[in-house]
């Protein structure tokens, strides 16, 4: 392990976000467990699709790239790929992941990639300024949903646990050190990893602000959950549903050990495809079955 400090993942460029915005937490939390991981920048790549959350590559210093709107899972897969000796972080908000992007979400999973999926969850499309999302709360009243939300919120923990995921998480933006440490739980696992952020967005959700949560919130670890039991994850998945909101459970729901999608693979099981020479590579029966 080498040593990082934190500020070593600071850039100099200024944030867009909202003052307030439980982004700020997030992005602080993801590079202090960087950091007491000691994974460098040089071996830490951070993806995102489109959205207030998707910005987030452009503030920690590391190799980042933002993709396309529901797009950064299968754009991390590939960097997984192409380097399996890479910390691979997916980060992207509800209505990135869970609403255009949740095709990908539901193979990524099952394939078991070895990455790490943080959704910032504010329960509402940030940037273009307050439409419901996939998990906005029923009732919720939004530009797009005048009378109130009258579809029931897409739910991404149970969705994880019975897609294949083999860590499944939740958080909240307003307990950074909670944040930090399954931050730091969901990296090191090897398989994919989910982390759904509670996310205050301060400017449009006027509902789930960080008082809501912060009074609803309790830690799955004070009752002794067992994260190996996948029938009580999934009721611990669905406590927000049958409590109305009034109980919110954070911390590890879920954890299973399965090999890795990367680690089937034969051709870099002894090095990364990126290190491997290209010019041994003969594709001249590909071109001729094209002609
Ligand atoms: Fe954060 Fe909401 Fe502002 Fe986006 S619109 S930066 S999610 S507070
Ligand atoms: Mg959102």
């Known amino acids: 392990m080498i040593m990082v400090a934190i500020a070593d993942y600071n850039v100099k460029e200024k944030s867009q976000w909202c003052p307030g915005c439980g ?11 960087l950091a007491d991981l000691g994974i460098a920048q040089h071996d830490a790549v951070i993806v995102s699709g489109i959205g207030c959350s998707s910005k987030l590559p452009h503030y920690v210093n590391t190799y980042g790239f933002e ?15 192409a380097n399996d000796r890479l910390t691979v972080v997916d980060v992207g908000g509800d209505g ?17 990639y070895d990455l790490t999926y943080i959704v910032h969850d504010n329960q509402i499309y940030g940037l273009t300024t307050g439409q419901a999302s996939p998990t906005s709360q029923l009732g919720m009243k939004t530009k797009t949903t005048p009378h109130g939300v009258v579809e029931m919120p897409f739910n991404p923990l149970s969705t994880a646990i019975n897609g294949g995921a083999t860590f499944v998480a939740r958080v909240f933006a307003g307990d950074i050190a909670h944040m930090k440490d399954v931050f730091k739980q969901a990296i090191t696992h090897k398989g994919f990893a989910l ?17 809501f949560f912060t009074k609803r919130v309790y830690k799955l670890d004070a009752e002794g959950h067992d994260p190996g039991d996948r029938m009580k994850a999934l ?57």
């Open 235 to 291: 009721e611990k998945a669905y406590e927000q549903v049958k409590t109305n909101y009034e109980r919110l459970p954070v911390g590890v729901f879920y954890k299973e050990e399965r090999p890795t999608y990367e680690s089937t693979l034969p051709q870099i099981k002894d090095k990364a495809l990126a290190e491997q020479p290209l010019n041994a590579i003969d594709i001249s029966a590909a071109y001729a079955d094209m002609e």
């Open 23 to 33: 982004n700020f937490a997030i992005v602080g939390a993801l590079k202090g467990a």
């Open 195 to 211: 982390v759904d952020v509670f996310q205050p967005c301060v400017t449009f959700n006027k509902l789930n602000t960080y008082d």
């Open 67 to 81: 993709s396309l709107h529901g797009r950064g899972l299968p754009v991390a897969s590939g960097i997984k790929l």
């Open 96 to 112: 990135d992941g869970y609403g255009i992007g949740s095709g990908h979400f539901l193979h990524i999973m099952r394939r078991n």
